[in-house]
């Protein structure tokens, strides 16, 4: 590992191929009385027309990478019956798409029989890894990065069986 591990920003800035990104768990904390879910649970949706009501820093990101020629790609594992932050995703996710991101959908009985990391993950260049470590509640508890190549071929391998299953966002249906 370098004496200098850099930054998530600096990973997706200095990639020069692909960015992958596995989301693994059915609710991420949120909180339930104000902000987006909230406001979704409400009946709020984005209109697709009015891009620049749901336009925002992180879509600017992905469709700067995607403009560079990186490979942005998303797979989510869901539990089906999905949850309500599952619709919630879904529901969003094609300011994802409007941005240049690839996504697709894999329902978590279909990943029984590949071997996943037990973390999310984001991989830059199937090189550096970047964890996400989450509580029980869904509240984010910080992130590790390492070039280990071992973490880098587990994470390569998780990702791409997963996407070579998993349903694009266009052709997946909530169930």
């Known amino acids: 590992m370098p004496s200098s591990v850099p930054t998530f920003d600096e990973l997706i800035a200095n990639c020069t ?12 904390a949120v909180d339930y009385e104000e902000g987006p879910f909230a ?8 209109d697709p027309a ?17 403009g560079r020629g990186i490979v942005v790609r998303r797979s ?16 969003g996710t094609f300011t994802n798409v409007a941005a240049g991101e690839q996504v697709r959908w894999l329902p978590r009985r279909r990943a029984s029989d590949i ?17 996400n470590h989450f509580a029980g509640d869904g509240s984010w508890t910080g ?4 070039d280990d190549p071992s973490a880098a071929k587990l994470c390569t391998e998780a990702f791409e069986a997963v996407w070579a299953r998993a349903t694009p966002h266009d052709q997946y249906e909530i169930h």
């Open 50 to 66: 009015d891009r620049e009501s749901w336009w925002r820093p992180w879509l600017d990101l992905i469709q700067e990478t995607v």
């Open 17 to 28: 191929r692909s960015a992958v990104h596995l989301e693994m768990r059915d609710s991420y």
């Open 143 to 146: 992130e590790e990065i390492t």
């Open 39 to 46: 406001e979704w649970r409400n009946g709020f949706r984005h």
């Open 115 to 131: 071997a996943l990391p037990g973390n999310d993950f984001w991989l830059f260049d199937e090189r550096w890894v970047h964890w």
């Open 76 to 91: 989510r594992i869901v539990s089906e019956p999905v949850s309500e932050y599952t619709k919630f995703l879904y529901d």
